[in-house]
């Protein structure tokens, strides 16, 4: 079979090459009236929806039942497995669209919008709001992840996000008739905000979220915009049949064309970035620069466009075509009377096959360009459709690398493994007819998720080995689908899945359960969840299950304590506090994490307190009990509320009070110490509130209620050294050195006299601290020495060292106060006597 000229197909239109492709025939049947339906198409080559006009005339048939659906093809039509119909008996369908990720966009007269994922009939929903259920949806425009939707008062409502749905009212347009409009997306305007392109009157008004601009123009009405892929371009179409092509921020109008139709056409679209398309029901017209343009004419039916970002598809009933321009590459290999190295040395390829010598010739011409030859080559591959030409181009490439001493060859494997996998998919049976610029910008992994939805799960699988991707979600896809259509017992099931998908990596058996349970089997669900080696996955699926006992039995077996704290959490607001008991007095690590966080918070939190209470009241824990209460009474502002804290306390022990004799006592005397601070506030129009003994006493001492604090001693047993203690640092801070120096007449101190010394050194009296070091025993030897240099007392110190002899501190000092001093003289007549020289 003769191979057709690659250029056979070409149309020039000013300096560029244009080409339609025949991607698919026989798409649809010849008595389905194309002509009647809504054609909406996913980017990137994706699916087709079909929705039967309600705006047309139907032509009656008899016998025949006509039930209002959604229909979804792929762009091989009839030919290719992928065939859904979603039943619609719901109110008018407004908008029609799809999003890049092949959701399917369904937006109805009253501004529902039901989001369908998968390619199915499951789907989200949610409300334009912002008044759409009252005055109506006049029609939508959707881009990548949003749309906006022009309301019949001509308010324009903005989602940006199908997953997060927040609609959003734009700047309202002035009033008056809305001739046609499009929308600018976000990823290509200044303000990162979607526009609103909006023909009014005779000139284009554009909103964004914040205000409403005149542009300015005088040549309207437009009864169609479009809006070029990246977002640098307009198309406005006229009433009387003028196609302008302007710049986006509208400062300069590039072209000008006059289709001489009286018909308004059909479609207004662009082919890639670089012509708008105008159609009618039989007739495309591709219009270049300076007023060229070519036509293409269907004779077989009514057309639909879809546009994609590097060109637009023709739907007919017996073709599926692709109109795009001419690559720069291809046109470089093939455009007619070429001497370009790449065309020479596909030149070169094809005499080498037929065993000619000017093979050779060839490679000697091009020698110096080889290189560059090659990538052409190459890249040149990647943009053909045709198998034949992929492989000439590929075999020319390589040709001339082996020719080449140098030459790295990644991008010819990898242009090889792309047109395996680019062929796969254009498929009849599989009928995603992607370009490599496509190819490019989908990505191997989203066209993998599309091939999921496809249910093209071997397929995946084969082009995810090839390409060295990860198959986890493969096969999670593929268990979650079978959950859903397979309707043996849950046993059988989960067996098939696990025996499937044992050994392989990376597997979430927690998806897998999630399908089965909003299936509506929740047993399957529970036995699948058992596989999940990661209890952080476990769990949430658990509780939304209402598992609550083998939710926290999961938490606890891992380990975590935050996913313990977690379901524990969970539990407490779900459930009673008889039943919250219940479920954690069987589980010891529970009952304790419980108790920890209510202790860590008890003090910031009422609730935590009462809680903890009840848990020691049912656990019969009368002292962990009464210790609540005493943590109570420690934080109270007030004696008596924290008296009140402390009695309960004892209350709660009196039950087994010879156990608890020791808690009794202590509870006893800190109310009767609580009660005693309580008189002193009164009294003394102090605050003792929080004082312990031993503050107690020091704050009296301190205060000058010697006698108080005496009677706080006698009550509470206060050891004599304590007392001792006590009351030389209230003494001390209280400046009292009279008193400090009545207390060193008495012959013995229980404490000591050493504490004196340093107390009274620290508060800064040297004078009367050196009064305590003669009394001062069980020192080390030359301790006093040092203790007297301490007090600024040089030469009482030389006396010690000259009484120990201690040549070399009785030096040291001396040299300390100089020897002509009068302090360094009289150290010097210290130790004539007896350190000679």
């Known amino acids: 079979m003769e191979v057709a000229n690659p250029t056979a197909g070409w149309e020039q239109v000013g300096e560029r090459f244009y080409r339609k492709t025949q991607l698919y025939s026989q798409v649809f049947d010849q008595d389905l009236d194309l002509d009647s339906y809504i054609v909406a198409g996913a980017p990137y080559s994706g699916a087709i929806a079909l929705y039967r006009d309600p705006d047309k005339i139907l032509t009656f048939q008899p016998k025949q039942i006509i039930k209002p659906s959604i229909d979804i093809y792929s762009c091989a039509g009839k030919q290719g497995k992928l065939h859904r119909s979603i039943p619609w008996d719901k109110s008018p369908i407004k908008g029609l669209g799809w999003s890049e990720d092949e959701k399917l966009l369904v937006v109805t007269a009253e501004g529902t919008v039901r989001c369908y994922y998968d390619l199915s009939t499951e789907f989200t929903q949610f409300s334009l709001g912002n008044g759409a259920d009252e005055v109506g949806v006049k029609s939508c425009r959707f881009y990548g992840h949003g749309l906006v939707a022009l309301l019949a008062n001509n308010d324009l409502v903005s989602v940006s996000s199908y997953d997060e749905p927040r609609p959003k009212l734009l700047a309202s347009p002035p009033e008056g008739r809305v001739h046609s409009w499009n929308i600018i997306p976000p990823a290509y305007t200044l303000s990162l905000s979607v526009e609103v392109l909006l023909s009014i009157n005779q000139t284009i008004y554009v909103s964004d979220a914040t205000e409403c601009e005149d542009r300015f123009l005088d040549i309207g009405p437009f009864t169609h915009i479009s809006v070029s892929p990246n977002g640098r371009f307009v198309g406005l179409y006229t009433g009387t049949g003028v196609a302008h092509v302007i710049t986006s921020d509208f400062q300069e109008r590039l072209s000008e064309y006059d289709s001489r139709s009286k018909i308004p056409p059909r479609y207004f679209q662009w082919c890639g970035n670089d012509a708008p398309v105008i159609a009618w029901e039989d007739e495309i017209h591709l219009v270049g620069p300076n007023g060229s343009m070519t036509r293409f004419y269907y004779d077989t039916g009514p057309i639909h466009l879809v546009s994609d970002y590097d060109g637009v598809r023709v739907i007919a ?376 003994v031993n503050q107690t006493m020091f704050k009296l001492i301190r205060l000058g209620y010697h006698g108080r604090a005496k009677k706080v001693q006698s009550e509470f047993k206060v050891p004599e050294k304590v007392t001792w203690w006590i009351r030389l640092q209230a003494l001390v801070a209280k400046r009292e050195w009279h008193e400090i120096e009545e207390m060193s007449k008495v012959r013995k101190s229980p404490i000591g006299w050493e504490p004196f010394y340093n107390q009274t050194l620290l508060a800064g009296n040297p004078r009367l601290a050196a009064l305590f070091i003669p009394k001062c025993t069980k020192l080390e030897p030359g301790e006093t020495i040092r203790m007297y240099e301490k007090c600024g007392m040089r030469v009482k110190a030389a006396e010690e060292a000259v009484k120990m002899k201690d040549a070399e501190s009785w030096s040291r000092l001396l040299e300390a106060a100089g020897r002509g001093s009068q302090e360094g003289r009289e150290i010097e007549r210290l130790g004539l006597a007896v350190f000679k020289k």
Not at 638 to 660: H, I, M, R, V
Request: one cysteine or more.
């Open 317 to 692: 009933n017996d073709t599926c075509d692709f109109l795009q321009r001419v690559p720069d590459v291809t046109e470089e290999v093939f455009r007619l009377g070429t001497e370009s190295p790449a065309a020479i040395l596909l030149d070169a390829v094809e005499q080498l096959e037929a065993h000619s010598p000017k093979a050779d010739d060839n490679i000697q011409l091009i020698k110096h360009s080889l290189v560059e030859a090659v990538d052409t080559c190459v890249n040149a591959a990647g943009q053909e459709y045709n198998v034949h030409w992929q492989k000439q181009l590929l075999k020319a490439a390589s040709f001339g690398k082996s020719v080449l001493d140098i030459y790295n060859s990644d991008d010819f494997v990898d242009m090889c493994e792309t047109l395996r996998v680019l062929n796969a998919v254009r498929f009849f049976e599989i009928g995603i007819p992607l370009s490599y610029e496509q190819y490019q910008r989908l990505s191997p992994s989203g066209l993998i998720a599309r091939l999921l939805n496809r249910h093209e799960y071997l397929l995946a699988l084969r082009i995810a080995g090839y390409l060295r991707l990860p198959t986890d979600r493969i096969y999670v896809h593929w268990a979650s689908a079978k959950v859903r259509v397979l309707s043996e017992n849950d046993e059988s099931i989960c067996r098939k899945i696990v025996e499937k998908l044992s050994g392989k990596p990376g597997i979430s058996f927690e998806a897998i359960a999630r399908s089965a349970y909003n299936e509506g089997r929740g047993r399957l669900a529970t036995e699948l969840l058992n596989h999940e080696p990661r209890a952080g996955r476990q769990v949430p699926l658990l509780l939304s299950m209402e598992e609550d006992e083998l939710a926290l039995d999961k938490a606890i077996e891992s380990g975590d304590t935050d996913l313990i704290y977690m379901v524990l959490h969970e539990l407490r607001r779900k459930l009673t506090l008889a039943d919250f008991f219940h479920v954690i007095n069987s589980r010891p690590t529970a009952t304790a994490l419980v108790e920890a966080s209510s202790r860590f918070n008890e003090g910031a939190a009422h609730e935590d307190t009462a809680l903890l209470k009840d848990l020691y009241y049912q656990d019969d824990r009368r002292v962990d009990g009464a210790s609540v209460f005493i943590r109570e009474a420690l934080r109270q502002p007030g004696t008596q509320t924290a008296a009140d804290k402390l009695g309960l306390a004892s209350k709660l022990l009196t039950d087994n009070a010879k156990e608890n004799a020791f808690e009794l006592s202590a509870l006893k005397e800190a109310t009767t110490l609580l009660r005693m601070q309580e008189v002193y506030e009164h009294d003394l129009t102090d605050s003792f509130t929080g004082l312990s």
